[in-house]
C-alpha cells in the first residue's frame, strides 16, 4: 500500500481505517496490496488490524490481496487470515450454531494476462471453494476484473435482473465458476442507481464498468440485505468501495474468568468433639508433608499451605449449605389457629346469620392483617367481606351486614320493568312484565305468512 514511487500518501493503512470507520464496515477485503510477503499490521487509533499476502521481496509485486478487520472482531477469530498466494486469501469466522462462514479474497488476473495465468488462478480458486464444507456459509470478495452482464436468463440464479454492460472473456470464466458451484453474484441483485452499480472507469473510454463483486452461495442470498457500490469513500484507488450488508450471529468474545471462590466451610462440625479430633490428626499429616516438599520461596509455601488447609477441611467438614428460612413453616400454627377460627365462624354463621361470634371472628382476623402476607388475608376474609369491616360498631351486629350492603350492594330479585306495547306506559308488576314478553316474542316469531300464490306463478 505504501509505495516510495507514487504520489499517493504515505502511511495509508490508518487513512484507510479511518475511511473504513466512518462507513462502520466491520470486514473488508483488499485487492493489488502490493505489499511483500505476509503479515499483519494494527491501526490503535482507528481499531482495525490489517492482514496481507503478497510475493517475496525479491519479486516483482503487482498484485497481493488482504483483509482490514475491526480489532475487536478479529481478537475472537479461531485462526489467522490463511494466504494462499498473492491473488487469494481465506478467513474463517465463527458463528452461532456450531457453524462458520469462509470469506474469500481474490484478486484476478487482467484481461492483459495468458490465458494460462488465468486458468491457474480459476483452479486455485474452485480447489478453495471445495474445500469449504457445505454446511458454512461462503463469501467471496475481490476484483475480478471481468464483466458479467446483465444476461439473467441464460445464467438464471447467477446473474440477478439488474446487471449492467455486457460480458467478456474474463466474465465468461467467472460465471462458469459460479455456475458449478451453486453461487450469485449478489451486486445483479438489487435495484440501485447505475451510480451505486459500478465500481470502475475505463481510462480510455471513460466508462463505467462493475467489475468488483461479493458473491455468495445460492442458499445464502437471504443473508444479504443489500450491495451496493459507494461514491463518497477516499481511499486512493481508481476503484469505488463495494459494501455488503449482510444479516450473521457472530459469537461473542467470551469474557476473561476470573478467579473461583473458594466454598464456604459448614465450620459448625468442629463443635463435634469426634470431627475435630480427626480433623486435626489429618491436617497435621498433610501439612508435614506439604512443608517437606515445598520449596524455600515463602509465596509458593503459603499457597501449597492453603490450598493443603481448604482440601481438608472441605474433606471432614463439607460445604455450608444455606438454609433460608420458610414463612409458612415457622408460622403453620398461628395459620391453622386463624384459619380453624374462621371456619368455626362461618359454620355458625350458616346456623344462626344474626350471631353475635360471627362478628367477633371476623375482627380477630382483621386485626391479624398487617402481620401476614397478602395473599393470606385475601384467604382469609374470603368469607367476610372487605377489610372495611372492622370499622363497624363492635356492640351491634347489624353494622356488619350494612358494611356488606355498602361493598356489594343490595340483591336483585325482581325482574326489570319494561315499555307497554305502544310504549304509552311502564310496567312494574312480575305478571306484567312476563306477559309483555310473551307478546313480543309471539309478534316476532309467529307471524302470519305473506306469500302471494299469483305473483309466483307469473314468474318464469
Request: aromatic letters at 10%.
Given at each position: 500500500m505504501d509505495g516510495?514511487r507514487?504520489?499517493?500518501?504515505?502511511?495509508?493503512?490508518?487513512?484507510i481505517?479511518?475511511?473504513?470507520?466512518r462507513y462502520?464496515?466491520?470486514i473488508?477485503?483488499?485487492?493489488?496490496?502490493?505489499?511483500?510477503?505476509?503479515?499483519?499490521l494494527?491501526?490503535?487509533g482507528?481499531?482495525?488490524?490489517?492482514?496481507?499476502?503478497?510475493?517475496?521481496t525479491?519479486?516483482?509485486?503487482?498484485a497481493?490481496?488482504?483483509?482490514?478487520i475491526r480489532?475487536?472482531l478479529?481478537?475472537?477469530?479461531?485462526?489467522m487470515?490463511e494466504?494462499?498466494?498473492?491473488h487469494?486469501?481465506t478467513?474463517?469466522?465463527?458463528l452461532?450454531n456450531n457453524?462458520?462462514?469462509?470469506l474469500?479474497?481474490?484478486?484476478?488476473?487482467?484481461?492483459?494476462n495468458?490465458?494460462?495465468?488465468?486458468?491457474?488462478?480459476?483452479?486455485d480458486?474452485?480447489?478453495?471453494?471445495s474445500?469449504?464444507p457445505?454446511?458454512?456459509?461462503?463469501?467471496?470478495?475481490?476484483d475480478?476484473n471481468?464483466r458479467?452482464?446483465?444476461?439473467?436468463?441464460?445464467w438464471?440464479?447467477?446473474v440477478?435482473?439488474?446487471?449492467i454492460?455486457?460480458?467478456n472473456?474474463?466474465?465468461?470464466?467467472?460465471?462458469?465458476?459460479c455456475?458449478i458451484h451453486?453461487l450469485?453474484?449478489?451486486n445483479t441483485?438489487?435495484?440501485?442507481?447505475t451510480?451505486?452499480?459500478t465500481?470502475?472507469i475505463?481510462?480510455?473510454?471513460?466508462h463505467w464498468?462493475?467489475?468488483?463483486?461479493?458473491?455468495?452461495?445460492?442458499?445464502?442470498?437471504r443473508?444479504?440485505?443489500?450491495?451496493k457500490?459507494v461514491c463518497?469513500?477516499?481511499?486512493?484507488t481508481?476503484?469505488?468501495?463495494?459494501?455488503?450488508?449482510?444479516?450473521?450471529?457472530?459469537?461473542?468474545?467470551?469474557r476473561?474468568?476470573?478467579q473461583k471462590?473458594?466454598?464456604?466451610?459448614?465450620?459448625?462440625?468442629?463443635?463435634?468433639?469426634?470431627?475435630?479430633e480427626?480433623?486435626?490428626?489429618?491436617?497435621?499429616?498433610?501439612i508435614?508433608n506439604?512443608?517437606?516438599?515445598?520449596d524455600?520461596?515463602p509465596?509458593?509455601?503459603w499457597t501449597?499451605?492453603q490450598?493443603?488447609?481448604?482440601?481438608?477441611?472441605?474433606?471432614?467438614?463439607?460445604?455450608?449449605?444455606h438454609?433460608?428460612?420458610?414463612w409458612f413453616?415457622?408460622?403453620?400454627k398461628?395459620?391453622?389457629?386463624?384459619?380453624?377460627?374462621?371456619?368455626?365462624?362461618?359454620?355458625v354463621?350458616?346456623?344462626?346469620?344474626?350471631?353475635e361470634?360471627?362478628?367477633?371472628?371476623s375482627?380477630?382476623?382483621?386485626?391479624?392483617?398487617?402481620?401476614?402476607?397478602?395473599?393470606?388475608?385475601k384467604?382469609?376474609?374470603?368469607?367476610?367481606?372487605f377489610?372495611?369491616l372492622c370499622?363497624?360498631?363492635q356492640n351491634d351486629?347489624?353494622?356488619?351486614?350494612?358494611?356488606?350492603?355498602?361493598v356489594?350492594?343490595?340483591?336483585?330479585?325482581t325482574l326489570?320493568?319494561?315499555?307497554?306495547?305502544?310504549?304509552s306506559?311502564l310496567?312494574?308488576?312480575?305478571k306484567?312484565v312476563?306477559?309483555?314478553?310473551?307478546?313480543?316474542?309471539?309478534g316476532?316469531l309467529?307471524?302470519?305468512?305473506?306469500?302471494?300464490?299469483e305473483a309466483?306463478?307469473?314468474?318464469?
Open positions: 516510495s507514487t504520489d499517493r500518501p504515505e502511511h495509508r493503512t490508518a487513512l481505517a479511518k475511511e473504513l470507520a462502520h464496515l466491520d473488508v477485503a483488499l485487492s493489488e496490496t502490493r505489499l511483500a510477503d505476509k503479515g499483519q494494527s491501526e490503535v482507528t481499531g482495525y488490524t490489517f492482514y496481507w499476502s503478497g510475493h517475496n525479491d519479486e516483482r509485486r503487482e497481493g490481496v488482504g483483509f482490514a480489532s475487536d478479529a481478537s475472537t477469530l479461531p485462526h487470515p494466504g494462499i498466494d498473492d487469494l486469501m478467513l474463517q469466522l465463527p452461532t457453524k462458520n462462514m469462509t474469500i479474497s481474490a484478486y484476478a488476473p487482467t484481461m492483459t495468458q490465458d494460462e495465468t488465468k486458468d491457474m488462478f480459476y483452479e480458486l474452485e480447489s478453495v471453494i474445500s469449504v457445505r454446511y458454512d456459509k461462503l463469501v467471496i470478495l475481490g475480478f471481468a458479467v452482464g446483465s444476461d439473467h436468463v441464460t438464471e440464479g447467477v440477478g435482473k439488474h446487471g454492460g455486457t460480458c472473456s474474463n466474465g465468461l470464466l467467472l460465471l462458469q465458476t455456475t451453486d450469485t453474484i449478489t441483485l438489487f435495484h440501485l442507481p451510480r451505486n452499480r465500481s470502475w475505463h481510462p480510455l473510454s471513460k464498468h462493475l467489475i468488483d463483486y461479493v458473491i455468495t452461495r445460492k442458499n445464502d442470498v443473508d444479504v440485505r443489500v450491495t457500490a463518497g469513500a477516499e481511499c486512493w481508481d476503484h469505488r468501495l463495494i459494501i455488503s450488508r449482510l444479516v450473521v450471529r457472530v459469537v461473542p468474545r467470551r476473561p474468568q476470573g471462590m473458594l466454598r464456604r466451610l459448614n465450620v459448625a462440625w468442629l463443635k463435634i468433639p469426634e470431627v475435630a480427626a480433623f486435626r490428626k489429618e491436617l497435621e499429616y498433610t508435614r506439604a512443608i517437606a516438599d515445598a524455600a520461596d509465596e509458593e509455601w501449597k499451605l490450598e493443603v488447609l481448604h482440601a481438608t477441611a472441605s474433606q471432614h467438614l463439607g460445604p455450608l449449605k438454609k433460608h428460612q420458610d413453616d415457622e408460622s403453620d398461628k395459620i391453622q389457629d386463624l384459619l380453624t377460627e374462621k371456619h368455626q365462624a362461618f359454620m354463621y350458616q346456623n344462626d346469620p344474626a350471631s361470634a360471627l362478628y367477633h371472628a375482627c380477630i382476623c382483621l386485626s391479624s392483617f398487617c402481620t401476614f402476607p397478602l395473599a393470606f388475608a384467604a382469609t376474609f374470603l368469607d367476610f367481606g377489610p372495611q370499622y363497624a360498631d351486629s347489624k353494622h356488619f351486614y350494612e358494611s356488606l350492603k355498602t356489594y350492594g343490595p340483591k336483585c330479585v326489570l320493568p319494561l315499555f307497554s306495547s305502544d310504549g306506559w310496567l312494574v308488576n312480575r306484567q312476563l306477559d309483555r314478553w310473551i307478546e313480543h316474542f309471539e316476532v309467529n307471524r302470519p305468512s305473506i306469500i302471494n300464490d309466483i306463478d307469473r314468474l318464469p
